[in-house]
T-cell receptor, first 116, second 110 residues
Framework: GAVVSQHPSRVICKSGTSVKIECRSL??????MFWYRQFPKKSLMLMAT?????????EQGVEKDKFLINHASLTLSTLTVTSAHPEDSSFYIC????????????FGPGTRLTVL | TQLLEQSPQFLSIQEGENLTVYCNSS?????LQWYRQEPGEGPVLLVT?????EVKKLKRLTFQFGDARKDSSLHITAAQPGDTGLYLC??????????FGDGTTLTVKP
């Protein structure tokens, strides 16, 4: 398999602040990283797809100015939730694919964001 | 837009029973993945199937990819409480984009 890490695993912040979540592929070069949001007992909702060195492609309905994605290297992508509101509280999960691993996505452990 | 219908959505069975989860689509996928997710954690890859008609076994789990690469099934034999979790299928197209099923929440009672 492949190892993808996410940091932090949990974060609590005040409304109006920004939060940055990091996603790292530890043992392979991730040409593509994906960011998902997941609600309780629901499947994954794709937010955006990012390729190393280029701008992220956002899914319909996802505000790119609110959810800033940077994929500056083949092992790191970041998601910044800007001016967070309580409705942004959710479980955010990243995944990575690339380097001879076909289309298979390998997921990070997720980040639980709570906005007060 | 590719859609992937997963069924059943919820499944509650007794330890030792068998079960099958299905993923169906009208679209052809270049590959299909099955994941298992526990609460508060990310999905963990179980298997990737790429060839139509392919069957893969992982201990008590049997995965099958349809001949036309539009559907897949996951069969669990003699389910155990440790199998409890959310099972997700995901079909990938030639552009590398994946479509996820809605998930099957499996509960295995001891």
């Amino acid at each position: 398999g492949a190892v993808v890490s996410q940091h932090p695993s949990r974060v609590i912040c005040k409304s109006g602040t920004s939060v940055k979540i990091e996603c790292r592929s530890l043992d392979f070069q991730a040409t593509t990283m994906f960011w998902y949001r997941q609600f309780p007992k629901k499947s994954l909702m794709l937010m955006a797809t990012s390729n190393e060195g280029s701008k992220a492609t956002y899914e319909q309905g996802v505000e790119k100015d609110k959810f800033l994605i940077n994929h500056a290297s083949l092992t790191l992508s970041t998601l910044t939730v800007t001016s967070a509101h309580p409705e942004d509280s959710s479980f955010y999960i990243c995944s990575a694919s690339g380097q001879g691993r076909g289309d298979t996505q390998y997921f990070g452990p997720g980040t639980r964001l709570t906005v007060l | 837009t590719q859609l992937l219908e997963q069924s059943p959505q919820f499944l509650s069975i007794q330890e030792g029973e068998n079960l099958t989860v299905y993923c169906n689509s009208s679209s052809v996928f270049s590959s299909l993945q099955w994941y298992r997710q526990e609460p508060g954690e990310g999905p963990v890859l179980l298997v990737t199937v790429v060839t139509g008609g392919e069957v893969k076994k992982l201990k008590r789990l049997t995965f099958q990819f349809g001949d036309a690469r539009k559907d897949s099934s996951l069969h669990i034999t003699a389910a155990q409480p440790g199998d409890t979790g959310l099972y997700l299928c995901a079909g990938a197209n030639n552009a590398g984009k994946s479509t996820f099923g809605d998930g099957t929440t499996l509960t295995v009672k001891p």
